[in-house]
């Protein structure tokens, strides 16, 4: 099982901004959609965005709406995580993977995160 991993992770201050990626071949994602989810230390696993290849189709988690973007390269193969206005509670392992469109549940689960830490 293929698992996807995430890219672009890094520290940045609060209001700043970081850009995520993750590759995935068009072989792994035929009916399904691409999607990022997020998990502090201690806390529950948090699905934040989704596109739907198709037809571009998005779904955002109301945590991160109007400062998040995710994008798809189909040149590139990659979908991307557009961060803006970050805060000190974005701060944690980012993660991307194929998964249903109609929930957040992973096709082949979440692969290798990207850390992500947000200073005041």
């Known amino acids: 099982q293929v698992q996807l991993a995430a890219s672009g992770g890094g520290s940045v201050q609060a209001g700043g901004s970081l850009r995520l990626s993750c590759a995935a071949s068009?072989?792994?994602?035929?009916?399904?959609?691409l999607g990022w989810s997020r998990q502090a230390p201690g806390k529950s696993r948090e699905g934040i965005a989704r596109?739907?290849?198709?037809?571009?189709?998005?779904t955002y988690a109301d945590s991160v709406k109007g400062r998040f973007t995710i994008s798809q390269d189909k040149a590139k193969n990659t979908f991307d995580l557009q961060m803006n206005g970050l805060k000190t509670e974005d701060s944690a392992m980012y993660y991307c993977?194929?998964?249903?469109?109609?929930?957040?549940?992973?096709?082949?689960?979440w692969g290798q995160g990207t850390q992500v830490t947000v200073s005041s």
């Open positions: 596109i739907y290849p198709s037809g571009g189709s998005t």
């Open positions: 068009p072989s792994l994602y035929v009916l399904f959609c």
């Open positions: 993977a194929v998964v249903y469109c109609d929930n957040w549940v992973p096709k082949t689960g």
